[in-house]
T-cell receptor, first 112, second 112 residues
Framework: NAGVTQTPKFRVLKTGQSMTLLCAQDMNHEYMYWYRQDPGMGLRLIHYSVGEGTTAKGEVPDGYNVSRLKKQNFLLGLESAAPSQTSVYFC???????????FGSGTRLTVV | GNSVTQMEGPVTLSEEAFLTINCTYTATGYPSLFWYVQYPGEGLQLLLKATKADDKGSNKGFEATYRKETTSFHLEKGSVQVSDSAVYFCALSDYPGGKLIFGQGTELSVKP
């Protein structure tokens, strides 16, 4: 009963490096989300997906790309990391018509 | 667009004090409203929710009432404990399962 699993949990990148964050859910949820959490700013939506093969921009999409090739996975990519992308990233999933959202435990990313 | 505004923190209370954390929202239609809690070093947990006007959500001694006339969803607890120390987030969604819009979070610190 894993729920939403995020990998990795911690990562340090150098400016300009690239990486991919993986979110996997085992609840057959249609919707998946990527948020970033910064002090004093709450959680802000980066990108989201309402189904396999679909993605959409959220509030702060610049510098990120996403893919949802399989229903259970939602990948967040940083092509050229910048210090402004230092943050804690949370993935979440949900189903349409249902009020339950499941969050992952987060990925703490530091860009130096 | 939709938005959520919370009172700024940090809020520092003595054990057994009364807690109120204000939350107001801007939204078209009839959003669902949520309070999430984040304990130190952890992810987000749903604390309570309300899905229509005048609904009262409650859990673990916390309560919040969906007030459409004042577009508010204030969180209250009659007697806080040290273990309630955490960051509290107010959030809304346009429809069940839809993307969550978060407030900026309010840090609560309860002293013995």
């Amino acid at each position: 009963n894993a729920g939403v699993t995020q990998t990795p949990k911690f990562r340090v990148l150098k400016t300009g490096q690239s990486m991919t964050l993986l979110c996997a859910q085992d609840m057959n949820h249609e919707y998946m989300y990527w948020y970033r959490q910064d002090p004093g700013m709450g959680l802000r939506l980066i990108h989201y997906s309402v189904g396999e093969g679909t993605t959409a921009k959220g509030e702060v999409p610049d510098g990120y790309n996403v893919s949802r090739l399989k229903k259970q996975n939602f990948l967040l990519g940083l092509e050229s990391a910048a210090p402004s992308q230092t943050s804690v990233y949370f993935c979440a999933s949900s189903s349409p018509g249902n009020y339950g959202y499941t969050f992952g435990s987060g990925t703490r990313l530091t860009v130096v | 667009g939709n938005s959520v505004t919370q009172m700024e923190g940090p809020v520092t209370l003595s054990e057994e004090a009364f807690l109120t954390i204000n939350c107001t929202y801007t939204a078209t239609g009839y959003p669902s409203l949520f309070w999430y809690v984040q304990y130190p070093g952890e992810g987000l947990q749903l604390l309570l929710k309300a899905t229509k006007a005048d609904d009262k959500g409650s859990n673990k001694g916390f309560e919040a009432t969906y007030r459409k006339e004042t577009t508010s969803f204030h969180l209250e607890k009659g007697s806080v404990q040290v273990s309630d120390s955490a960051v509290y987030f107010c959030a809304l969604s346009d429809y069940p399962g839809g993307k969550l819009i978060f407030g900026q979070g309010t840090e609560l610190s309860v002293k013995p």
